[in-house]
């Protein structure tokens, strides 16, 4: 195998890695709600309005992220996590989708924008805007921690400087992992 198709399936490896690695940071820091009923498990990621399976450190988190969200809006957390279970029970999907395509980002976005705006009473441009801001703060958190674990691991000779560069620009452009850009 040529050296050029070895460094080639490394930085693949290792992309693919630090991908599933930020993944688990992306869904770790999605914004949901937590509750002590068994509907939490169609948890909504308040930033993008993404339907997932809500289950342990998700809930501290998403707790955590609908406290910052309510900070931003002005209003009490209990309302916005009542907002966000309305808006939760409302998008939940019966089946999954027959073609695997979720649906559009925008769509989803406008949709959680408007719901909890109607439900807190609050403009939905200003609602639309907390969110579209958590959002791009929770980006430069896994940017930040992938950009230390890259570090890292080129510290400890795991990887060279330049696979760690391409595995970051890998994610970055949303080839690998991360996707939610």
């Known amino acids: ?9 490394t930085i693949s490896a290792a992309a693919l890695a630090l991908g599933a690695g930020l993944g688990v940071t992306s869904v770790a820091s999605a914004t ?10 169609a948890s909504a990621d308040a930033s993008t309005g ?18 910052a969200l309510a900070a931003k809006l002005g209003v009490e957390e209990a309302k916005v996590t009542e907002a966000l279970n309305a ?9 999954p989708p027959a073609d695997g395509v979720k649906p559009d980002r925008a769509t989803r976005d406008a949709a959680l924008a408007k719901s909890l705006a109607a439900s807190l009473g609050i403009d ?3 609602v639309a805007t907390a969110l579209e ?10 940017a930040a921690a992938l950009k230390t674990k890259l570090d890292q691991a ?28």
């Open 154 to 181: 080129v510290t400890d000779g795991t990887l060279t400087q330049a696979e760690a560069d391409g595995a970051a620009k890998a994610v970055e452009k949303g080839v690998i992992g991360g996707g939610r850009h």
């Open 124 to 126: 939905e441009a200003k």
């Open 32 to 41: 949901t709600t937590a509750t002590p009923t068994p509907s939490a498990s």
């Open 50 to 67: 993404d339907m997932r399976g809500g289950h342990g450190h998700r809930g501290e988190r998403g707790a955590q992220q609908a406290a």
């Open 87 to 95: 808006f939760r029970e409302a998008n939940k999907p019966t089946t």
């Open 133 to 142: 801001e958590l959002r791009t703060q929770a980006q430069a958190d896994r």
């Open 1 to 9: 195998m040529s050296r050029t198709k070895r460094i080639t399936l």
